[in-house]
């Protein structure tokens, strides 16, 4: 064979190859190992962050909501009012004594492990509905800003309630501003679990519309 033909050969072989790595067949393999990744991400973030869900919002540990409220007399923390300005802050802190306001700081630790937790779930549980269900476009791309937006306020509550803390007895103007974070970051919050049902919905409907159709033969 002469020397063109090896090269005509070798550039079909090329082409092919490169055919079949873009053909359905490739795709939807490719689609299923990264599906398969995003969801082995997902279930070891599940692992951790379900027992730290069950022990920050339902027991009586040292750093859990349900201490901070009890060493506060019943009162809820900061974090989960929609609103409040700085007076109510100061008769929150001055009620809770010395001993409620380390209940607090303790809970403002343990809320900077869930809110990385939290957020870590729900930006898995978006790529991943994302990429099983085959969502393009951009829209579904932001989605996945969404948690990161929510976290950053939740720190930068922390961080405000933590020098509410530090500078106790004196509040200042800074709580008039901060119920503000606090609302929004709970509004994001219920938002975010709005669009994690809108993507399972979207995925699977998106997925049942692309499943192939049997044929006349296959039916009979």
Known sequence: MSAPSIRSAHA??????HQDAYSPVARRTLTRD???RRLTVLLALLAVYIPTYLLYFTSSAPFSLAHAAAACGGRPVLDTRWSYNAAQAH???TACGAAGRAAVQHQQVADLVYVALYA??????????????RLTGRAWRLCLALPLIVAGLDYLENAGIWTLLIRYPNTGVLTDRLWMVTATKLGLGYLSL???AVLALAAVSNRL???PRPTHREQS
């Not at 079909?12 to 190859?17: H, K, L, V």
Request: proline share 0%; charged share 20%; no cysteine.
């Open 12 to 17: 079909r072989s090329d082409a092919s190859a």
């Open 34 to 36: 990264l599906s398969g």
């Open 91 to 93: 008769d929150y802190l």
């Open 120 to 133: 870590g779930v729900l930006l898995a549980s978006y790529a991943y509905l994302i990429r099983a269900g």
């Open 194 to 196: 709005g669009v994690l």
């Open 209 to 211: 519309r692309r499943r």
